[in-house]
């Protein structure tokens, strides 16, 4: 009997140790999550002065590529609304007009600025045209549509008006269609932390 209950515990510990190797074999393989941040980054806004996300620590961030041109413009209103509505909330927009679907933003960073306060009244920050996909795609862009940067998913710029959720530590959280109104309970709940 005392050789059996030996013999067994043996075995038990025998079994533990193989899974405890194989457990940290596995965590050795796995591809490390991203420590990038948003916060990393500094580019210039549509008036050409420097803007830090650092600045915006503690806040969920909607990134969104705009353009004055598109069947989606009319977002802005709804941007601007939710933005006026929760930015005492730690919230922040911050847009980033591109003309790289279908030449619908081809005026210079004046004309989008004039525009945009004309048409829409915006006033959350507004970032100077960039390219948000192919070769010259800006730096913030490649964090957020790349895992390997972002740590969460890879993903493509579909259109105009594509939605990115950045929460209070500068990590990306979830990734949006263009045609999601800004508006859309996803977003409104996920600003309210539900």
């Not at 490390?32 to 050409?48: A, H, M, N, R």
């Not at 048409?119 to 070769?135: A, C, E, L, R």
């Given at each position: 009997m005392k050789k059996a209950i030996l013999i067994l515990t043996i075995s038990i510990l025998f079994?533990?140790?193989?899974?405890?190797?194989?457990n940290k074999k596995k965590m050795e393989t796995q591809t490390p999550v991203s420590t990038e941040t948003i916060y990393q980054f500094k580019v210039k806004d549509l008036y050409g002065k420097d803007f830090d996300f650092a600045s915006l620590k503690g806040k969920k961030i909607l990134v969104v590529n705009t353009a004055s041109e598109c069947g989606l413009t009319p977002q802005y209103k709804d941007l601007e609304a939710i933005y006026e509505k929760y930015k005492d909330k730690n919230f922040v927009i911050v847009g980033f007009p591109a003309n790289n679907f279908?030449?619908?933003?081809?005026g210079s960073n004046e004309q989008i600025a004039h525009f945009c306060q004309m048409n829409y009244g915006v006033t959350f920050p507004m970032m100077s045209k960039i390219s948000v996909k192919g070769n010259d795609m800006n730096a913030v862009y490649k964090f957020l549509t790349q895992k390997s940067k972002n740590g969460l998913q890879d993903s493509e710029v579909e259109w105009n008006f594509q939605k990115y959720l950045i929460n209070e530590q500068g990590r990306l959280v979830k990734v949006l269609s263009p045609r999601t109104l800004p508006t859309d309970t996803e977003i409104v709940g996920w600003i309210n932390g539900k």
């Amino acid at each position: 009997m005392k050789k059996a209950i030996l013999i067994l515990t043996i075995s038990i510990l025998f079994t533990c140790q193989n899974q405890a190797q194989n457990n940290k074999k596995k965590m050795e393989t796995q591809t490390p999550v991203s420590t990038e941040t948003i916060y990393q980054f500094k580019v210039k806004d549509l008036y050409g002065k420097d803007f830090d996300f650092a600045s915006l620590k503690g806040k969920k961030i909607l990134v969104v590529n705009t353009a004055s041109e598109c069947g989606l413009t009319p977002q802005y209103k709804d941007l601007e609304a939710i933005y006026e509505k929760y930015k005492d909330k730690n919230f922040v927009i911050v847009g980033f007009p591109a003309n790289n679907f279908g030449a619908q933003e081809p005026g210079s960073n004046e004309q989008i600025a004039h525009f945009c306060q004309m048409n829409y009244g915006v006033t959350f920050p507004m970032m100077s045209k960039i390219s948000v996909k192919g070769n010259d795609m800006n730096a913030v862009y490649k964090f957020l549509t790349q895992k390997s940067k972002n740590g969460l998913q890879d993903s493509e710029v579909e259109w105009n008006f594509q939605k990115y959720l950045i929460n209070e530590q500068g990590r990306l959280v979830k990734v949006l269609s263009p045609r999601t109104l800004p508006t859309d309970t996803e977003i409104v709940g996920w600003i309210n932390g539900k």
